[in-house]
């Protein structure tokens, strides 16, 4: 199963998610273990979500600005393959 931290602000995102089969947690709850996830989903609000321009992860980071669940998952499922 694939893991994703995902920011809270992207609930909606999170439910979709969950539903499509991906274990999702919070971002902000887990910046200490950042490369435990598959992938990383931001608002694309905040540049500096992570907290350090210069943070280094394994996984994908996909902005959400302008995208819809659907449109995440696809992006997802693409990178993840």
Do not use: H, R
């Not at 350090?52 to 902005?63: C, L, N, P, V």
């Amino acid at each position: 199963m694939k893991k994703v931290a995902i920011e809270n602000s992207l609930q909606n995102v999170k439910a979709y998610l969950q539903e499509k089969g991906y274990t999702v947690d919070s971002l902000e709850n887990n910046k200490q273990n950042i490369n435990s996830f598959d992938a990383i989903i931001v608002s694309g609000q905040d540049s500096n979500v992570l907290g350090m321009e210069d943070t280094f992860t394994k996984g994908s980071i996909i902005s959400a600005q302008g995208l819809t669940p659907e449109n995440i998952y696809n992006e997802l499922e693409n990178k993840l393959k």
